[in-house]
């Protein structure tokens, strides 16, 4: 094709046809910007395809995120439900009128099943309030966010604003469970593991004697307040996580179908 187009020139050239050389050139000129043009269109064509690509891929990564996240607030809210339930049953108790200080120390040493809390519970994410960002932290870290929409990287950036909030505010809720839980676990003997008894059940009877039942009751009735209270606050913050996940997912597989 070069050769083809030298030839052309050549016999001009030598023809002495200026004119039509001139003409033959800035032709050549067109047709070699309309090809830089096409190539540059392919090739545009072909980036928009690759990030349109990557795009479905982040989102799809995104939704499952999200679906590990509403897994670890359904436990949270589920948790929460629960000890709220098994409070109410201790009240019911305790609000008989036949119930006195007797009944309320019976409870206190038959709900130290309840209260237990081993080490390996909060490491399991049962109560820590993770959150499932990694997708949303490689966007931000890598720029790509920039890949989406402008009005989809405003709504992911606010809804994990608003996500960092609400963990905080549940973060803040264990703070002050925990620490109300020491303040009355601290005041009685720790219950023994079945077939890891340290003392006998005797042995371990008479230490409860030597309990300060006054002091634990108040502090037992203490920690059902605040647990309840607290408890409500989870179930209320992890409802409105609940809440916000489901619209991002059904958000962001609305954009996949796009």
Avoid: C
């Avoid at 549940?170 to 079945?194: D, G, L, R, W």
């Avoid at 203490?222 to 913050?237: D, G, P, R, S, V």
Wanted: hydrophobic share 40%.
């Amino acid at each position: 094709m070069i050769k083809f187009f030298r030839s052309i020139r050549q016999r001009l050239l030598s023809e002495n046809r200026f004119s039509k050389y001139l003409l033959y050139a800035i032709g050549e000129i067109i047709l070699v910007v309309i090809g830089i043009l096409i190539a540059l269109q392919i090739n545009t064509s072909n980036e928009n395809r690759k990030n349109q690509e990557l795009v479905s891929v982040y989102k799809t990564e995104l939704i499952n995120d999200l679906i590990l996240d509403i897994s670890h607030f359904e436990f949270h809210l589920s948790h929460a439900k629960q000890e709220n339930k098994t409070i109410d049953s201790l009240r019911t108790i305790l609000n008989r009128s036949s119930s006195d200080k007797d009944t309320l120390n019976s409870v206190i040493r038959k709900s130290l099943t309840f209260f237990k809390r081993e080490p390996w519970i909060m490491l399991a994410t049962t109560e820590y309030p993770l959150i499932s960002d990694n997708t949303f932290q490689s966007l931000q870290s890598s720029g790509q966010i920039t890949l989406l929409d402008n009005e989809l990287q405003e709504e992911i950036v606010s809804f994990y604003g608003y996500t960092r909030k609400y963990s905080f505010m549940i973060q803040e809720i264990i703070t002050s469970k925990n620490e109300v839980y020491f303040e009355y676990i601290n005041n009685i003997p720790a219950m023994q593991s079945k077939g890891m008894n340290i003392v006998n059940q005797n042995l371990y009877n008479q230490v409860w004697n030597n309990v300060d039942w006054n002091s634990v009751q108040i502090k037992f009735i203490t920690l059902l307040n605040a647990y309840y209270e607290l408890n409500l606050k989870t179930i209320f913050f992890n409802d409105m996580r609940l809440n916000k996940t489901n619209i991002m997912i059904e958000q962001l597989k609305s954009d996949l179908k796009k």
